[in-house]
């Protein structure tokens, strides 16, 4: 097959949660085992930290792998979902995974995938650990999928496991409360491998406790030894903010650089640092150029892109995938601080999320441009300005994400800001987010 011919079969073949939600998760590990177990097993032959989470996990992620490169180590790292290309899953020191490596590879299982029927991410899963096996990286940072517990990446015994935050997200699969969800991310917490909490949240800490203790692995909860605050103001139009950490009290890093703009990015870092601490305890060399060099290159070093990213000036464009409620509180206070005299809203959603807890969150006063992401689970746009409507937003339903991006953009003048979101998938397809 040609990589379009295999890519066709990766999508159309087999369910895939991306595209057509619940219907394409599959809960347990057993196909993933089975798929690994035939292939020689190479989650065994890499080193790996496994981040979780409901919001961060993918900014701590490319946070993490940025700096481990900085350092000189030969770094894969495993995030989902894409935004335009789907090798953008998979890196090796940010350069994404080579299409014939993933043609070759699903020739060669081809077989294999007719007789266990794996889903879409389990595929995945497979490829991105015999990549980095194959590839003989010295350490891999795996992003859950969904969840953790059940999620596919879940069968690696990592070096340590990161939780970034827990809030409300996918309820249909993962649980209805806090504690709930928090049980199920706490699940890639294995026994005696230190695990680490982003942030204490008085609603879940202790499950956490209860998780680690049962699994004897030291637990910390990053918040509690760093506090990270602004070194100055971040201007709207900044493409990066200074950051003064301390540890325990004590200066750690002063006027930290940090790439990746949003404040709520400081919620990230104590667990990124955390991280960075235990690997230094188990052997690996990480002095604090390399956290500096990482930290102010992210973007470059590993090409993540569409968390707070400016696409334009006077008027200010600003996309964010920020999705659930605590993503979008975050993201909506955020753009509440940013001078200017009219807001355009650029919005897109998926229909298996709450949707009217969400618009809830929005700014009545905002100017909305509704449009749907070209993917099964998006909500139409005219049902999404219907929705709006009847809970105080208007504004007007153009379909196609960028027909919305470029009437928002026209009917914007210099002092205004436009901002894109909603949804990963309408982020995905901004056109503007490529030529950055």
């Not at 969904?146 to 069968?155: A, H, P, Q, V, W």
């Not at 196609?400 to 998938?425: H, L, N, W, Y």
């Amino acid at each position: 097959m040609t990589y379009n011919e295999t890519l066709t079969y990766l999508y159309e073949q087999l369910p895939m949660f991306q595209k057509v939600g619940a219907a394409g998760f599959k809960k347990g590990l057993g196909n993933t085992e089975a798929l690994v177990a035939a292939m020689g097993h190479p989650e065994r032959r890499f080193r790996a930290v496994h981040v979780a989470g409901t919001n961060g996990k993918g900014s701590s992620s490319n946070l993490l792998a940025a700096v481990l490169q900085a350092a000189g180590y030969r770094v894969g790292l495993y995030t989902s979902p894409h935004l335009r290309e789907f090798t953008e899953r998979i890196r090796l020191n940010g350069q994404e995974l080579p299409a014939d490596y993933l043609v070759n590879w699903v020739a060669k299982w081809r077989p294999l995938f007719d007789e266990i029927e794996p889903s879409f991410f389990e595929m995945c899963v497979a490829l991105a650990y015999c990549y980095f096996a194959d590839s003989q990286v010295d350490i891999a940072i795996v992003e859950v999928g969904l969840g953790g517990r059940l999620d596919s990446t879940n069968i690696i015994t990592p070096l340590v496991s990161l939780i970034t935050n827990i809030s409300f997200d996918h309820q249909a699969l993962l649980g209805n409360t806090l504690p709930e969800i928090a049980a199920e991310k706490a699940g890639i917490i294995k026994p005696g491998v230190p695990a680490i909490v982003s942030q204490s949240q008085p609603e879940v800490l202790s499950v956490f406790e209860k998780v680690a203790r049962e699994a004897a692995a030291p637990l910390t909860f990053a918040d509690q030894q760093y506090q990270v605050e602004l070194a100055v103001p971040t201007r709207p139009e900044s493409t990066s903010q200074l950051l003064n950490i301390s540890r325990s009290g004590t200066e750690y890093l002063e006027k930290l650089e940090l790439s990746l703009i949003g404040e709520y990015q400081l919620l990230n870092v104590t667990g990124v640092l955390a991280v960075l601490d235990e690997l230094r305890q188990q052997g690996f060399s990480i002095p604090e150029t390399a956290v500096r060099e990482g930290f102010r290159h992210t973007r470059k070093l590993t090409g993540f892109r569409g968390r707070w990213t400016v696409l334009g000036q006077r008027p200010l464009v600003i996309c964010d995938t920020g999705h659930n409620e605590a993503g979008l509180r975050l993201v909506m206070a955020q753009l509440s601080r940013i001078p200017k005299q009219q807001l355009h809203i650029v919005l897109g959603v998926v229909n298996d999320k709450d949707v009217t807890k969400m618009l809830t969150l929005l700014p009545t006063e905002a100017m909305y441009y509704f449009c749907q992401a070209n993917i099964p689970r998006a909500l139409p746009a005219t049902e999404l300005a219907q929705r709006a409507a009847a809970v105080g937003l208007h504004g007007t339903a153009y379909g196609p994400v960028m027909a919305a991006v470029r009437a928002a953009r026209a009917a914007a003048t210099a002092e205004d800001v436009v901002f894109i979101g909603g949804s990963t998938f309408v982020v995905a397809e901004v056109e503007e987010l490529y030529s950055e």
